[in-house]
């Protein structure tokens, strides 16, 4: 039912965006994409075909992921994997036969631009986003 085309983005939760955008962008050769208002709190950066989103935890998205990264806490928010366009009730029964509780389709942005995508939570309870590559 579904063919993985690759990783399109990981999102990383901070407290410290400066130090991140520098080790980014200064040590690994990301470049800044796209920014969200400060509000918003996210920052998304180019590394190759891929999007690596930062989101400050004390904005309106970042308060969203509970309490700052620590020892026992998360830094990764979701990871998305970019798959090849399917039949979207489909794979919303296929998803649920599995035992899964999938999210709701919504329009979001990704490494490939804007495309439909939805949530799931590996066993773990990891955040999975499914994001639907165009047509081709």
Same mark, same amino acid.
């Given at each position: 039912?579904?063919?993985? %085309? !690759?990783?399109?983005?990981?999102?990383?939760?901070?407290?410290?965006?400066?130090?991140?955008?520098?080790?980014?962008?200064?040590?690994?050769?990301? &470049?800044?994409?796209?920014?969200?208002? =400060?509000?918003?709190?996210?920052?998304?950066? %180019?590394?190759?075909?891929?999007?690596?989103?930062? &989101?400050?935890?004390?904005?309106? *998205?970042?308060?969203?992921?509970? =309490?700052? =990264?620590?020892? $026992?806490?998360?830094?990764?928010?979701?990871?998305? *994997?970019?798959?090849?366009? &399917?039949?979207?009730?489909?794979? *919303?029964?296929?998803?649920?036969?599995?035992?899964?509780?999938?999210?709701?389709?919504?329009?979001?942005?990704?490494?490939? !631009?804007?495309?439909?995508?939805?949530?799931?939570?590996? =066993?773990?309870?990891? $955040? &999975?986003?499914?994001? *639907?590559?165009?047509?081709?």
């Amino acid at each position: 039912m579904i063919r993985i %085309r !690759g990783i399109d983005h990981i999102v990383l939760r901070t407290e410290n965006m400066a130090a991140l955008l520098s080790f980014y962008c200064d040590v690994l050769p990301c &470049v800044v994409e796209r920014e969200l208002e =400060p509000e918003i709190g996210l920052v998304q950066l %180019r590394a190759g075909d891929s999007l690596i989103d930062l &989101v400050d935890v004390n904005s309106e *998205l970042g308060r969203m992921g509970g =309490p700052a =990264p620590a020892e $026992t806490g998360h830094n990764l928010d979701h990871f998305c *994997l970019e798959i090849d366009p &399917v039949d979207e009730q489909q794979l *919303l029964d296929w998803l649920t036969a599995q035992g899964l509780e999938p999210s709701e389709y919504a329009r979001r942005y990704g490494a490939n !631009g804007f495309g439909r995508s939805i949530y799931i939570q590996d =066993p773990d309870g990891n $955040t &999975v986003e499914l994001k *639907l590559a165009a047509a081709d």
